[in-house]
């Protein structure tokens, strides 16, 4: 008797009329195990192997709570207006940042000596011997040494250009 008071509490008091068939029984709870064990397998397929291509998803990249520009920004403005604590007031100074101006370095020239000039009569061709740190070359107009050009022959001096400067070496 204590055993079916505790099997009535446990199961809905549908299942247990007394007019019930063992057999309909059996099949109401067969039928309640499939659902549940049913719902269980659709879950877990849903979950692994369905893929999300439903056109009532929709994705929104920005986040309407989300303030923050997601760009960089590469100056601040720091607002010191607060108050002092050591002098009871509020203290506002108005910092102005001056732009850094880049020294302007001079490359120097390389030390060019002029030694003379060779022409040649066939060719029409005038050839500067110059000396160009210690190191003598046969220079043409128009020839570059490094980023030096031959601009102008003489026979008491030379024309160099070096980038936008032109420079005039006399004969030594």
């Known amino acids: ?11 809905p008091s549908a299942l247990l009329c007394n007019n019930m068939k063992k057999k309909q029984k ?7 195990a499939l659902v549940v064990w049913g719902y269980l397998v659709f879950v877990i397929y849903d979950k692994f192997f369905r893929t999300v291509d439903d ?14 520009s997601k760009e960089k920004q590469d ?6 207006n607060y108050r002092d ?3 009871s007031r ?8 001056t732009p850094i101006k880049k020294e302007v370095v001079e490359e120097k020239w390389p030390q060019i000596l002029y030694v003379g000039s060779i022409k040649n009569d066939d060719a ?5 011997i110059v000396k160009i740190l210690d190191v003598e070359h046969f220079w043409t107009i128009n020839n570059k040494i490094g980023d030096l050009k031959l601009l ?4 008491e001096e030379i024309i160099v250009l070096r980038g936008k400067e032109k420079r005039t070496f006399s004969k030594q």
């Open 85 to 87: 604590p050591f002098l």
């Open 75 to 80: 100056t601040y403005r720091l607002h010191l």
């Open 26 to 32: 059996n099949i109401i709870l067969i039928i309640v």
């Open 124 to 128: 029409s061709e005038e050839i500067a």
């Open 1 to 11: 008797m204590l055993q079916a008071m505790s099997v009535r509490f446990l199961m």
């Open 55 to 68: 056109s009532f998803y929709v994705e929104n990249d920005q986040d309407p709570f989300n303030t923050v």
């Open 152 to 155: 102008k022959i003489n026979k």
């Open 90 to 97: 509020n203290f506002t100074q108005n910092i102005t940042k």
